[in-house]
């Protein structure tokens, strides 16, 4: 990934070395710390197995659990701005991982800022009507819910203790050199996608971009304000895997109505292809200023 133009400039160097903890440093993190930016990168994790990955990549790892509070003690005042992209546990209604990170940081003296990377899921099925961050939200599934209890909770925790909390709304993020990142697998397997008329709006972002994204957010994003992060495709699912298999030269995926993808799919990829919406990222561009690397999903599978 190019390196990340800071936004500090050329400001003194007792400020260029600010700290910066990464909680859930992933794909998307480790894009971020790749990138470097004159910050000290700090990032969570609670495998000692990656610390030694970790350190090779430019960050000083701290071994923490989200599921274990008392593992957390460490990282209050440990950083002047914490970027959370963890994602909830994979059950329940709720997410206690948000809510004793926060505890955590509160115990000493707060974060400068803070960025959350939550979903777009959040806004539930918008019948393929355009999507402002002031929707009111309509999570419709478990996986959804949990991330709107885990905005809740961030965004109380900022008002409370005055830190300048921004949310992230993420869509599908693909990238070539992501696990899972490009369609390739599925068309393969011949998986089929939804007829013309049963079909929804889907949207995407390149990894790329959504670490950007992250990075401008620490600095740039308002305070408690919500960003939709997504790029410019207007594309049904259906014509993306079949703009994805022309790309590769594979076969379009076989059409189906929604009746019989009841059938055929399981439930987990049932549920994508039930809510349909298309964001808007105004507020992304004219705030974080960020400039698309990948505007719309052609030119960014056409990069592989």
């Not at 393929?128 to 929707?135: L, N």
């Not at 308002?222 to 022309?246: C, E, H």
């Amino acid at each position: 990934m190019p390196s990340i133009q800071s936004p500090l400039g050329a400001l003194p160097s007792r400020f260029k070395r600010q700290r910066v903890l990464v909680v859930g440093c992933g794909d998307v993190g480790s894009r971020m710390v790749a990138a470097r930016g004159s910050v000290r990168w700090l990032a969570l994790t609670s495998s000692a197995s990656r610390m030694a990955e970790l350190r090779a990549l430019g960050a000083v790892p701290l071994l923490g659990n989200l599921d274990r509070a008392a593992t957390l003690n460490r990282l209050a005042g440990v950083a002047h701005r914490v970027v959370y992209l963890a994602p909830p546990p994979s059950e329940g209604w709720s997410d206690p991982r948000a809510a004793q990170l926060s505890q955590a940081l509160r115990r000493r003296s707060a974060p400068q800022r803070a960025v959350y990377g939550s979903t777009s899921g959040v806004y539930g099925d918008c019948q393929g009507a355009w999507v402002a961050e002031t929707r009111a939200l309509s999570a419709q599934t478990p996986r959804a819910q949990r991330r709107v209890h885990a905005e809740q909770t961030l965004r109380t925790w900022g008002r409370a203790s005055g830190v300048p909390l921004s949310v992230l709304r993420i869509p599908g993020i693909y990238a070539p050199n992501r696990e899972g990142g490009t369609p390739y697998a599925r068309l393969l397997k011949g998986t089929p996608v939804l007829r013309a008329e049963d079909d929804v709006y889907t949207n995407h972002i390149h990894a790329d971009d959504l670490a950007r994204a992250c990075w401008l957010a620490l600095w740039r994003a308002a305070p408690q304000r919500i960003y939709n992060v997504s790029d410019d495709s207007q594309l049904k699912m259906g014509d993306y895997f079949d703009m994805a298999a022309d790309l590769y030269g594979l076969s379009r995926p076989p059409r189906v109505a929604r009746d019989s993808a009841r059938e055929q799919l399981p439930v987990v990829l049932l549920s994508f292809m039930s809510e349909s919406r298309r964001l808007v990222n105004q507020r992304m561009k004219q705030e974080l200023r960020l400039v698309l690397r990948y505007p719309d999903v052609q030119q960014g599978l056409r990069s592989i």
